[in-house]
């Protein structure tokens, strides 16, 4: 199984971005993807998830700021992340769950600063 996460970078606050992440080895439309962020010093938080039926689940910290959605063709999740602020500053993972199996994808640094 391998996930292979994109999209992070500097942005202003106010600022959008837009992250993407790619399965393979699994059958993506029946795995539960999500994003979870670690921010320097603190512990790794759920920041968004998906079900196979589209349900989502959100962080408080984001709701409404951000938008989790998949293209399970494309085998694809994304996290569309809009109004950043400088807290938003974490490095952000892609995490599938699948066949009870959490597999984790490789972090991408979203900054949020001016």
């Known amino acids: 199984v391998q996930l292979q996460a994109s999209g992070g970078g500097l942005v202003q606050p106010g600022g959008s971005l837009r992250l993407s992440c790619t399965a393979s080895?699994?059958?993506?439309?029946?795995?539960?993807p999500g994003w979870y962020r670690q921010a320097p010093g603190k512990q790794r938080e759920m920041v968004a998830s998906?079900?196979?039926?589209?349900?989502?689940t959100y962080a408080d910290s984001v709701k409404g700021r951000f938008t989790i959605s998949r293209d399970n063709a494309k085998r694809t999740v994304y996290l569309q992340m809009n109004s950043l602020k400088p807290e938003d500053t974490a490095v952000y993972y892609c995490i599938v769950n699948w066949r009870s199996r959490d597999y984790w994808g490789q972090g991408t640094q979203v900054t949020v600063s001016s």
């Open positions: 080895g699994i059958v993506f439309s029946i795995a539960t």
């Open positions: 998906i079900a196979t039926g589209g349900g989502t």
